[in-house]
């Protein structure tokens, strides 16, 4: 079952109509590095105009400089989400996701938000786990990138990702990740930070702060 969903998800990210730029950012911070691609888009119809069906791939990998053969091991993770995006629905649409991280595969299905107008962007979803012992997800990514001059756009994300158990000796998790800098053309770079509280009943709390750079390929 397994290598099925894989197989789809490769056939997914290998279809041409998506036509999608590639946004690839590397954050180096004070306790690790990671490499992030995000985006989100609609699939094209026969004609080349978004049709009703919006894909969401996020691929991140992490290396912690504290590795060792037994500990702070690399992690990663694949996002891979489908969405039927219907105007009567005014942004809101029913959404499939999958992910595989270090610790195993999760299909997941919800409802999600995606609004885009000029320099801002916002996407969120309400996502559950459909196996057994669920986790109910909310994310929230938020993007403003107002122009500064003729070539230069100031640039600010802020993504919430809050992992909530549905059985209270389960772990939570809540990250969230600040970017603010500039954008020249297809680069963006600046200053960022991740945080992480981890726990059940006492939350461990981590940090990560550092530098991005950010370029979209075509």
């Not at 699939?43 to 504290?66: P, T």
């Not at 499939?96 to 919800?110: D, E, M, T």
């Not at 999600?112 to 801002?120: E, I, L, M, N, R």
């Not at 938020?142 to 230069?152: G, N, Y």
């Amino acid at each position: 079952m397994k290598h099925r969903i894989i197989y789809c998800i490769i056939s997914l990210l290998s279809w041409s109509d998506i036509y999608s730029q590639i946004p690839i950012e590397v954050f180096g911070g004070h306790q690790k590095t990671t490499v992030d691609i995000l985006f989100f888009k609609y699939f094209k119809n026969s004609k080349n105009e978004n049709s009703r069906f919006l894909f969401f791939n996020r691929n991140r990998a992490s290396i912690d400089y504290r590795q060792s053969s037994t500990a702070y091991l690399p992690t990663f993770g694949f996002t891979e989400a489908i969405s039927y995006n219907h105007p009567r629905l005014k942004g809101f649409a029913p959404v499939a996701v999958i992910q595989i991280f270090n610790s195993g595969l999760f299909p997941k299905a919800g409802v999600q938000y995606f609004y885009h107008k000029g320099d801002f962007t916002f996407f969120s979803w309400l996502v559950c786990e459909t196996m057994s012992r669920p986790t109910i997800d909310l994310f929230i990514l938020t993007r403003l990138e107002p122009k500064l001059t003729d070539k230069l756009n100031l640039f600010v994300q802020l993504e919430l990702v809050n992992a909530l158990p549905t059985e209270t000796d389960a772990n939570q998790n809540y990250i969230q990740r600040v970017r603010l800098g500039l954008k020249i053309k297809t680069w963006q770079f600046g200053l960022g930070s991740d945080f992480n509280e981890f726990g059940n009943a006492t939350l461990t709390n981590t940090s990560n702060v550092g530098a991005f750079l950010r370029h979209e390929f075509n």
